[in-house]
């Protein structure tokens, strides 16, 4: 008997930021991703204004975009609105069972250049200096400042880290005794909103093992998944849908996929991901050039010495 294909559906792929932007703009799915990242029970969740961030690398590439000539004045500056490097902020209400609501800011980044941890670094600073207008549990409105969670979703791999999901969380430890310090929850705010829990997502580390939620709600980001060399999609077998944010996921990519203006900013997308992958590449080879170089230099002094 003849083995039947396995039938897939085809969907957009997410780690396109246009894509990716358009998935977490859904409330429900960002809460079902979100919650089951943090392990926190979401109950609401909020989007605020998405900022858009112009980089010198991403400015060249638009510089070789926007001479498109069939592209009118207004198309092009569609195309570089979308093409922009998106922030995402969740403020999120947290139910936990016996203890009052609580509000929280959830930073979800992507990159696929780790050159741009100095990005990182100034989101969370601004993050962190911002207050944000909640509801207290007298009814009353105040601004406050909010803990914070970031999420990096990495379309790379980091050196010497060979987790696909890691959290690194908020530990105390007593430098007297070594012994880490359990705090209650009601610990004091100082030392609470000094510090912030990050999860990081190495996308190239996802495994085809789909033992558990995370892990099959993850594969949806797998690579692996591209149909032949096309960046712009993913092949996601229907025998693997298992529960309804999957469900929901999976037919929203697949829209993704029939919004024409959309697959030609994905196609765009595609190409800048490759340039600014290039332009990482050449700046490494050339760092490494120079450190190369330095070190034959101080070689050359030490034995004239």
């Known amino acids: 008997k003849k083995k039947k294909k396995k039938k897939h559906m085809l969907i957009a792929n997410p780690m396109l930021d246009t894509v990716f932007k358009y998935l977490l703009e859904d409330k429900e799915i960002a809460k079902g991703i979100l919650s089951l990242l943090t392990g926190l029970p979401i109950t609401h969740i909020e989007l605020k204004p998405t900022e858009l961030v112009f ?13 498109l000539e069939e592209l009118t004045t207004k198309q092009k500056s569609e ?59 007298e009814g009353e409105t105040i601004d406050a400042y909010l803990e914070i969670i970031c999420i990096y979703f990495l379309n790379i791999k980091l050196q010497d880290i060979p987790v696909a999901i890691m959290k690194r969380d908020n530990k105390f430890i007593d430098l007297e005794t070594s012994q880490e310090v359990i705090l209650s929850e009601n610990y004091d705010p100082f030392v609470k909103l000094l510090n912030h829990t990050s999860i990081f997502i190495q996308i190239p580390l996802l495994s085809e093992e789909k033992d558990t939620q995370l892990r099959r709600l993850f594969d949806i980001f797998n690579q692996n998944k591209k149909i032949a060399n096309d960046t712009l999609e993913l092949g996601y077998g229907l025998e693997e849908i298992h529960d309804e944010l999957i469900k929901r996921i999976m037919q929203r990519l697949s829209r993704a996929l029939q919004d024409d203006d959309m697959k030609r900013i994905m196609s765009y997308q595609a190409e800048l991901d ?27 002094d030490k034995a004239i010495e």
Request: glycine content about 4%.
């Open 55 to 67: 980089e010198k690398d991403v400015e060249k590439a638009f510089e070789k975009y926007l001479n």
């Open 79 to 137: 195309v570089k609105k979308r093409l922009a490097v998106y922030r995402f902020d969740f403020k999120a209400i947290i139910k936990e069972e016996g203890r009052p609501p609580k509000v929280i800011l959830i930073e979800v980044q992507k990159s696929g250049v780790l050159s741009q941890v100095g990005r990182f670094r100034e989101y969370l600073g601004e993050n962190f200096k911002k207050k944000e207008s909640i509801t207290n549990n």
């Open 274 to 300: 490759e340039f600014l992958n290039e332009n990482a590449e050449a700046r490494k080879e050339l760092k490494l050039e120079i450190l190369e170089k330095d070190k034959t230099i101080e070689e050359k």
